[in-house]
């Protein structure tokens, strides 16, 4: 596609269900990231992928979250019993290569609310 | 303590006139820093990059500037829109590494008519 696409949009969720949030990259990229951005702060480095593989978990908030990324393209975001400080707007976003100068282009990102 | 400071938080200015919005940074060794725009409930958008030796590039009525030796940039919105209503958020870059994005928590800037 011509950009970073995520899906859903909104999600509504009651605590403790479990979520899955979706990201398609723009064709060819071969990084993926993950952030969270909660209200009135900054982005939330969560974890990002070379391909299928991911280097760098370190951001992953608990063991509730996991992602995972197959045929190096389209990324999945879980949440397992999700809990209220969990509400957060989360952007993928990708890029070209993990170099210093490859441009990374966000999605739109997916606006999580817990209640 | 965050490696990206942003100034103001929050900023309110008339259409038309001018307004400069500042980061300040400790990320080191750096590799570049970029400007976002990001609209309410919008993914952000990549405005400006600079490299260690640059000190000013432009887009449109958007001008940031880079003082790598005191670690401070600055974006100057000139003759400001309605449009330009937006969070802008100071991003660096260390050299090392692939996940070494480093964020300002953004300037959230409102243009009234």
């Known amino acids: 596609g011509a950009g970073v696409s995520q899906s859903p949009s909104n999600k509504v969720t009651e605590k403790g269900k479990d979520v899955e949030l979706r990201c398609d990259p723009i064709?060819?990229?071969?990084?993926l990231y993950w952030y969270r951005q909660s209200l009135g702060q900054g982005l939330e480095f969560l974890i990002y992928?070379?391909?299928?593989?991911?280097?760098?978990k370190s951001g992953l908030p608990s063991d509730r979250f996991s992602a995972e990324r197959t045929g190096g393209s389209v990324s999945t975001l879980t949440i397992q019993r999700t809990q209220q400080e969990d509400s957060a707007v989360y952007l993928c976003a990708s890029s070209l290569e993990t170099g210093a100068g490859n441009t990374i282009y966000f999605g739109e990102g997916s606006w999580l609310t817990v209640v | 303590k965050n490696q990206v400071e942003q100034s103001p938080q929050s900023l309110i200015i008339l259409e038309g006139k001018n307004c400069t919005l500042q980061c300040n940074y400790t990320v080191s060794p750096f590799s570049n820093l970029r400007w976002y725009k990001q609209d309410t409930g919008r993914g952000p958008v990549s405005l400006t990059i600079?490299?260690?030796?640059?000190n000013t590039k432009s887009n449109g009525r958007y001008t940031a500037t880079l003082d790598a030796d005191t670690k401070q940039s600055s974006l100057h919105i000139t003759a400001s829109q309605l449009s330009d209503s937006a969070s802008y958020i100071c991003?660096?870059?260390?050299?090392?590494?692939?996940?070494?994005?480093?964020f300002g928590t953004g300037t959230r800037l409102t243009v009234i008519p």
């Open positions: 992928f070379q391909g299928n593989s991911a280097p760098d």
């Open positions: 600079m490299t260690f030796s640059e």
């Open positions: 064709s060819g990229h071969t990084a």
């Open positions: 991003v660096v870059r260390e050299r090392t590494g692939a996940n070494n994005l480093f």
